[in-house]
Structure formats: structure tokens, C-alpha cells
Nanobody, 127 residues
């Protein structure tokens, strides 16, 4: 059974940086596409970034493009989200998600195709 554990959240100021980490266990990590979603208070969970099983394809929400970078280390069973130039609107709980690589890569932004989720890590950005 896939287990995902996020870490790295915290309280920062605008224009600061944070790196979130997600530890994967329970299955063969290199056979899973991975993604980050976030949920702000009162909002629906939204797509942030995704990376395919090999790491050679990535995708980003327009709101974070150019500021956030998703990466993975298949040797360490880890996925990361480097967040630079953080803004107040980035305040949210960030969730790591996984889906098997047999599923279409093109569905990377669809929340419902991910069946494995972590518990989330909170990021608060203040001015």
C-alpha cells in the first residue's frame, strides 16, 4: 500500500523560499507519476505541479509557473517542490499525490485520478 509523508512546510514571508519533500513507500516509486496539490481555507484542492515516473516530464499550474519547481529522486523514493518568491496567495496546505504510471500522463491536473494522498504540510506566507 502506498504511503506518502510530506514535510518542509512552515511560516515564511513574501519572496522567501521553501522546499517541500514527500517520502513515498509501499510500492515501486519509479512506476508512479507524482504531483503536488494545495488547498487554501475555504477553497477546493487545486493542482500545483506534476512529474512523470521518470522525471523527464513536468507540468505546472499557471499561478506557480516560473516560481515553483517539482523534481524527484527515484533512488531515494522522494519528490520535492522547490517554491521560490512565495506570495500570500500561496498560503495553503500542500498535499503530495501519486498515481500509477499506467494511467495517462495527460491527466496530471485532475485531482480525481490520484488515489494516493499524503496528510499535507502547511505553508503560511505573510507580508
Amino acid at each position: 500500500q502506498v504511503q506518502l509523508v510530506e514535510s518542509g512546510g512552515g511560516s515564511v514571508h513574501t519572496e522567501d523560499s521553501l522546499r517541500l519533500s514527500c517520502a513515498f513507500s509501499g510500492r515501486t516509486f519509479s512506476t508512479y507519476h507524482m504531483a503536488w496539490f494545495r488547498q487554501a481555507p475555504g477553497n477546493q484542492r487545486e493542482f500545483v505541479a506534476a512529474i512523470n515516473w521518470s522525471g523527464n516530464s513536468t507540468a505546472y499550474a499557471d499561478s506557480v509557473k516560473g516560481r515553483f519547481t517539482i523534481s524527484r529522486d527515484n533512488a531515494k523514493n522522494m519528490v520535492y517542490l522547490q517554491m521560490n518568491d512565495l506570495q500570500r496567495q500561496d498560503t495553503a496546505v500542500y498535499f503530495c499525490a501519486a498515481r500509477h504510471s499506467s494511467l495517462r500522463w495527460a491527466d496530471y491536473a485532475r485531482r480525481l485520478v490520484y488515489i494516493h494522498w499524503g496528510q499535507g504540510t502547511e505553508v503560511t506566507v505573510s507580508s
